[in-house]
């Protein structure tokens, strides 16, 4: 798709980012969402080009770009394998909240291996007893002379099963003070006490979904990021941006879907002409592109906005809760369009639908996307989801 507003340098990142799509990820996705972890060579491979973080700034690891650069390039990856690119959406999430809100230590050791693809690092903030609620939590973080000691559980976490370290939202104060009492602390999951599990998900496997335990953690004061019950607003900030990368992986993993399915329907004959002859088979693909046309160019705008320091919270619910939910629809639609082919692990489509469905719960449902949507409209209705 055609950005106008991209200067000289950003043409050239998306350049990379689709030529590094096209040429090193092409056709594996299939290949690629049995496997249980990304290839680390390949993350490696992605830091040198500059294509998993370069929001962050200069000083520690990236290139200072703007967010809509960051969203270009989760489409360009996105386009070709949407687990891949769930790299390139968690990491300027969290290496964002890392570099706004960590110590200099922190920054200078952790951005710069988290830009170079050899550390992931999880967001953990849901909980068993449930995610949209997430201010609520209890994991315990318990003050000690020398740090704090960790006991609870984190679950749902991407990257749970595969990560090095872990933004971690424990409570410190009372569970009366709600989201005043979260603190946000880095945590490496290499310590004594912590215990990490795989889920068996239905979609995006590499990412390798997981739980995170947390069993008397000893971890010095210098894990703490800023102070002691800021960790909540923290990380609320930081998910306006991912909402929007999110939406761009789902249009993405759509427009692939549907691009193939005009091809389809030009190659395919039937009753003895190509099935584009029909309208009934056009006029969905014209609806679907038009969908995904008016998606991007509003998740674009809502990153602009995000560039200009301009609130933009609004539109990134908005989008995050249209795009994997019509993205789901989409997809399922080319895939019913390439007839009996397009029921098989030969063809993608039901991969990337799936995969396209989980986002409709990661980083919020649809739903709380909704509720938020309407108290920026209306104001809030006494419900505390930020
Ligand atoms: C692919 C994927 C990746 C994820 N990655 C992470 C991660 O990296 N880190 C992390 O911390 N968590 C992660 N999660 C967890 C995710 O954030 C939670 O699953 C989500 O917030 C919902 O929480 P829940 O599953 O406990 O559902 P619940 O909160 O129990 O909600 C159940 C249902 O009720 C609906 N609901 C709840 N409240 C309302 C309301 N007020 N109005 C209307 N409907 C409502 C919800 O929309 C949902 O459909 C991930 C989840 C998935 C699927």
Known sequence: MTLPWLSEEELFIKEVAERFARERLGDSYMERSKQEELEP???REMGELGLIAPTISEEY?????????????????????????????????????????GSEDMK?????????????????LTEPRGGSDAANL??????????????????????GANGHMCLLFARTGPESA?????SAFLVPLDLPGVTCTRFDDVG?????RGSVFFDDVEIPKTALLGKEGEGFTKVMEGFDLS???????CVATAQASVNETWQYVQDREVFGRPLAKFQGTTFPLAEHDSK????????????????KGMPHTKEAAMVKWMAPKWGTDIIHECLVQHGHYGWGHEMPHMQRMIDVMGLQIGDGTSHIMKTIVARETIGSIGVAYK
């Open 41 to 43: 060579e390949l993350l």
């Open 61 to 101: 690891g990236g290139i200072g770009a703007s967010s809509v650069v960051q969203g270009v390039i989760c489409e360009a990856l996105a386009y070709a394998d949407i687990n891949v690119s769930y790299i390139a959406m968690t990491t300027p999430l969290i290496g964002g909240v890392i570099e706004q809100h």
């Open 108 to 124: 200078a050791d952790i951005l710069p291996r988290m830009a170079a693809g050899e550390l992931i690092v999880q967001l953990g």
């Open 138 to 159: 209890k994991l315990k973080a318990t003050k000690t002379d020398d740090g704090y000691i960790l006991n609870g559980e984190k679950t749902s976490i991407t990257w």
């Open 178 to 182: 709600a989201a005043h009492g979260v």
């Open 204 to 208: 995006s496997r590499p990412v390798g």
């Open 243 to 249: 909402r929007f990368l999110i939406a761009l992986q």
């Open 292 to 307: 995904l046309a008016a998606l991007r160019a509003l998740c674009y705008q809502g990153l602009a906005m995000r560039d």
